[in-house]
Nanobody
Framework: QVQLVESGGGLVQAGGSLRLSCAAS????????MAWYRQAPGKHRELVAD???????NYADSVKGRFTISRDNAKKTVLLQMNSLKPEDTAIYYC???????????????WGQGTQVTVSS
């Protein structure tokens, strides 16, 4: 069974920084794309940043220049460094990955349980 477990959320003042971490565990053959999504109250879940297995990254316009996504393939982890945080970054942040559990398995979507990030003004 595959699990994604996030850590690192919390309460921070505007202008501050937080680092989110997500670790994948279980019967994993390979991990393809990994990403961070977020969902604010009353809003749809949105992509924050994603990273391919080769290290190519993509960011939402709202976080470009402030957030950095990275991954450690050996440790099966993905990080999100968040700097210059704003109150509008307040949301539940979810880790996402496409994970294959076998050679002939194309990969399935997996989600973490979410971690709360609150930015006070």
């Amino acid at each position: 069974q595959v699990q994604l477990v996030e850590s690192g959320g919390g309460l921070v003042q505007a202008g501050g920084s937080l680092r989110l971490s997500c670790a994948a565990s279980g019967s994993i053959f390979s991990i393809n794309d990994m990403a961070w999504y977020r969902q604010a109250p009353g809003k749809h879940r949105e992509l924050v940043a994603d990273i391919t297995s080769g290290g190519n990254t993509n960011y939402a316009d709202s976080v470009k220049g402030r957030f950095t996504i990275s991954r450690d393939n050996a440790k099966k982890t993905v990080l999100l460094q968040m700097n210059s945080l704003k109150p509008e970054d307040t949301a539940i942040y979810y880790c996402y990955a496409i994970i294959s559990t076998g050679f002939y398995n194309a990969g399935y979507d997996y989600w973490g349980q979410g971690t709360q990030v609150t930015v006070s003004s």
